[in-house]
């Protein structure tokens, strides 16, 4: 199975400043059609989990423009331009490449 | 608007079953692969298991396999989990989830699985 690893694990950041949430998977994540199944989801508290970003960098519908996600290879970034006290919450990063799909340990952000 | 909502949760002993369905509608229910995604108190999310839009292709968790059925109706928009020999460790709030070019999509809100004698 795909191992995914996130740091930080927790990340407390200032209303306004930017965040970044770093993944790396054990293997490739590109699959046979070429693109590549790297996913960035958020569960604020009380929610089910949304998908903020598909394959590395392509933001989900509705979802605000201050978050981004790039990389390549093995190595991702998430990044929240600004943060808001609605992003608070837990961020996953997943690979839907290869079954098992398999997820990050999470990384909860919160306002300092 | 997609929805999807999922029923059938609930208190089982050890060794028991349920079934958990899914109703989806606001997409075309039909053209999409769909998939459920666990997670116990307390814990990470754990991927269960995924049907193909027309039910040729099924995967499984090593955790579930043998014990779960995936299955699917795309006439009644609805997918199913048929949980047998439950155990204390698939307690859990199960979601549905879109399969697709984005894979995943979009989640339900989930159902509570709870094994407790």
């Given at each position: 199975?795909?191992?995914?690893?996130?740091?930080?694990?927790?990340?407390?950041?200032?209303?306004?400043?930017?965040?970044?949430?770093?993944?790396?998977?054990?293997?490739s994540l590109v699959y046979s059609d070429g693109n590549t199944?790297?996913?960035?989801?958020?569960?604020?508290?009380?929610?089910?989990?949304?998908?903020?970003?598909?394959?590395?960098?392509?933001?989900f519908s509705g979802v605000p423009d201050r978050f981004s996600?790039?990389?390549?290879?093995?190595?991702?970034?998430?990044?929240?331009?600004?943060?808001?006290?609605?992003?608070?919450?837990?961020?996953?990063?997943?690979?839907?490449?290869?079954?098992?799909?398999?997820?990050?340990?999470?990384?909860?952000?919160?306002?300092? | 608007?997609?929805?999807?909502?999922?029923?059938?949760?609930?208190?089982?002993?050890?060794?028991?079953?349920?079934?958990?369905?899914?109703?989806?509608?606001?997409?075309?229910?039909?053209?999409?692969?769909?998939?459920?995604?666990?997670?116990?108190?307390?814990?990470?999310?754990?991927?269960?298991s995924y049907i193909s839009s027309t039910s040729s292709t099924?995967?499984?968790?090593?955790?579930?396999?043998?014990?779960?059925?995936?299955?699917?109706?795309?006439?009644?928009?609805?997918?199913?989990?048929?949980?047998?020999?439950?155990?204390?460790?698939?307690?859990?709030?199960?979601?549905?989830?879109?399969?697709?070019?984005?894979?995943?999509?979009?989640?339900?809100?989930?159902?509570?699985?709870?094994?407790?004698?």
């Amino acid at each position: 199975d795909i191992v995914m690893t996130q740091t930080p694990l927790s990340s407390p950041v200032t209303l306004g400043q930017p965040a970044s949430i770093s993944c790396r998977s054990s293997q490739s994540l590109v699959y046979s059609d070429g693109n590549t199944y790297l996913s960035w989801l958020q569960r604020r508290p009380g929610q089910p989990p949304r998908l903020l970003i598909y394959k590395i960098s392509n933001r989900f519908s509705g979802v605000p423009d201050r978050f981004s996600g790039s990389g390549a290879g093995t190595d991702f970034t998430l990044k929240i331009s600004r943060v808001e006290a609605e992003d608070v919450g837990v961020y996953y990063c997943m690979q839907a490449a290869q079954f098992p799909w398999t997820f990050g340990q999470g990384t909860k952000v919160e306002i300092k | 608007e997609v929805q999807l909502v999922e029923s059938g949760g609930g208190l089982v002993q050890p060794g028991g079953s349920l079934r958990l369905s899914c109703a989806a509608s606001g997409f075309t229910f039909s053209n999409y692969g769909m998939n459920w995604v666990r997670q116990a108190p307390g814990k990470g999310l754990e991927w269960v298991s995924y049907i193909s839009s027309t039910s040729s292709t099924l995967e499984y968790a090593d955790s579930v396999k043998g014990r779960f059925t995936i299955s699917r109706d795309n006439a009644r928009n609805s997918l199913y989990l048929q949980m047998n020999s439950l155990r204390a460790g698939d307690t859990a709030v199960y979601h549905c989830v879109t399969g697709g070019a984005t894979r995943p999509g979009y989640w339900g809100q989930g159902t509570l699985v709870t094994i407790s004698s």
